[in-house]
């Protein structure tokens, strides 16, 4: 149930992006696509795809560095820029090799996944970092991209224990798994949530 | 390692909480160390503009002293000198002097009307109508540009200060013309509405881009005056199209004094 809610939000979310399309800044109109990618791929992996477990693994990675690659954009500091794109190269290099040389591609990539996620939380601590020390601040609750980082930080730092843990919780128990994706719903609910508001957000602001 | 199912939902329910509780001190932290950081900006901010205001005000309390004194000495020295050289002329009969005898006169008049139009005093126990009216007689007399005055409606007096600084703001803007448009005609309109006195005055001069033009004192003083007796003040102007200041004086926020 929870998990058709969540889909439902990142519907909404997309919708919302989808017809402010024209409103956004470059990197919100590529942030929106990926939304609409994202709810293709989750569509596809719920309702088409079994077993889904090699789509998400692929999809996962992209969407790290997609990720990373936007806080590269948004990020000013040169060095940041350039950690950014050693944690992109970083990223492609363990997502990979986790898929060709250890986990494959068969099997839930949580080594790899662990590593993303530490990598956006990383991101948006360096994003906050910029918003603070901005010498002209705005109200951070007026800045859409505040809204999008909030979001992605408690997602991938709150699944990190359910996701990192997942082979083994599946290996000891299926059941427990599944109960506790409850978790990971109710974080996306959350996340997709917060990205619509920075959406909105953003469109209201530039009126 | 963990065997035990409820050790695993323990660990993973217990961890996400957590990371859940960290970032949202973390956000927390974020968003209220921004809140207090552009109070303490708009706090300094105000700061700067009272310290600026204080200073502007204390530039025209200044500006308003030395033109008091400028004109006492104009009216109590050259006016006490140029006096009695009318009593010299006066005691010489000669004909020919009878045009000098006027031509001191007329000076005697002038200076006069200079050295009230200068001084405070001059212009407080006097409507405003009458005071703008005596100050565009005397540039009539320029001879660089045409002045003309109309004024319509019922006239009404303003609280003393309040028509102070509407002359001051009148007298700005006139030297203002005077030194910069270089203007041909002048037009200065008073408009008296129920509870609303309106000063229009326009030229025909050089003009400028409103937002572009650096604010030195004359301008900043005009709208600091028109700030402090809560005038509306509008000035339209475009290069080669002349300029029109409006002044505008809701009655029902200052005393009125009857006519």
Same mark, same amino acid.
């Given at each position: ?38 709810? %293709?791929?989750?569509? +596809? @992996? ?36 350039? !950690?950014?794109?050693?944690? =992109? +190269? ?60 909030? @979001? ?16 083994? #919780?599946?290996?000891?128990?299926? /059941?427990? !798994? ?30 | ?7 695993? %939902?323990?660990?993973?329910? @217990? ?22 950081? &552009? ?7 105000? &700061?700067?503009? +009272? ?18 004194? #400028? ?22 009969? !000669? ?6 005898? /006027? &031509? ?28 703008? /009216? ?46 910069? +448009?270089?203007?041909?005609? =002048? ?11 309106? #000063? ?28 402090? #007796? ?27 004094? @009857?006519?």
């Amino acid at each position: 149930m929870l998990s058709k809610i969540y889909l439902i939000t990142l519907l909404i979310s997309s919708l919302i992006s989808i017809y402010n399309y024209n409103k956004l800044t470059t990197y919100l109109k590529a942030f929106s696509i990926f939304l609409v990618v994202t709810l %293709v791929v989750e569509c +596809a @992996g719920y309702f088409l795809i079994k077993p889904n477990i090699w789509l998400f693994n692929i999809f996962t990675a992209l969407e790290f560095v997609f990720y990373l690659v936007l806080f590269r954009q948004i990020l000013t500091s040169t060095s940041k820029k350039k !950690a950014v794109n050693l944690l =992109i +190269a970083s990223t492609i290099i363990a997502s990979l090799g986790n898929m060709i040389f250890f986990q494959g591609l068969f099997k839930f990539n949580n080594y790899s996944y662990s590593y993303g996620c530490m990598l956006v939380c990383i991101c948006v601590m360096m994003y906050f970092l910029q918003l603070l020390h901005h010498t002209n601040p705005q109200p951070l609750t007026r800045i859409p991209m505040f809204w999008v980082s909030t @979001g992605l930080l408690i997602y991938y730092a709150c699944n990190f224990f359910y996701m990192g843990l997942l082979n083994y #919780i599946i290996g000891v128990s299926m /059941e427990i !798994a599944k109960e506790l994706f409850i978790i990971i719903s109710v974080l996306n609910i959350a996340m997709y949530s917060l990205f619509s508001v920075g959406i909105v957000c953003s469109t209201t602001r530039r009126r | 390692m963990l065997n035990n199912p409820s050790e695993i %939902v323990l660990v993973v329910i @217990g961890g996400t909480l957590i990371m859940f509780l960290l970032v949202g001190t973390i956000v927390f932290f974020v968003l209220s160390y921004q809140k207090r950081y &552009l109070k303490h900006k708009n706090e300094l901010k105000a &700061l700067e503009q +009272a310290y600026n205001q204080e200073l502007l005000k204390s530039e025209l309390e200044i500006k308003e002293q030395t033109m008091n004194n #400028i004109a006492s000495e104009i009216h109590d020295h050259i006016g006490q000198l140029l006096s009695v050289i009318k009593l010299n002329l006066a005691m010489n009969p !000669a004909p020919g002097l009878t045009e000098t005898k /006027e &031509l001191v006169t007329q000076v005697i008049k002038d200076v006069r009307g200079l050295a009230h139009s200068m001084h405070s005093d001059g212009i407080s126990n006097k409507p405003i109508l009458q005071v703008i /009216e005596t100050e565009i007689n005397r540039l009539k007399k320029l001879p660089q540009s045409k002045v003309t005055f109309s004024s319509f409606g019922e006239s009404f007096s303003l609280a003393s200060q309040t028509e102070t600084f509407l002359f001051r703001i009148f007298q700005e803007c006139m030297n203002n013309i005077l030194k910069h +448009a270089h203007a041909k005609n =002048i037009s200065v309109e008073l408009n008296y509405n129920i509870s609303l006195l309106t #000063i229009k005055i326009t030229d025909d001069g050089n003009g400028f881009v409103v937002n572009e033009v650096e604010e030195g004192l004359g301008l900043r003083s005009i709208r600091y005056r028109a700030k402090l #007796i809560g005038a509306q003040l509008s000035i339209e102007s475009s290069p080669g199209s002349g300029t029109c200041t409006t002044i505008k004086v809701n009655t029902d926020n200052q005393p009125i004094h @009857g006519n």
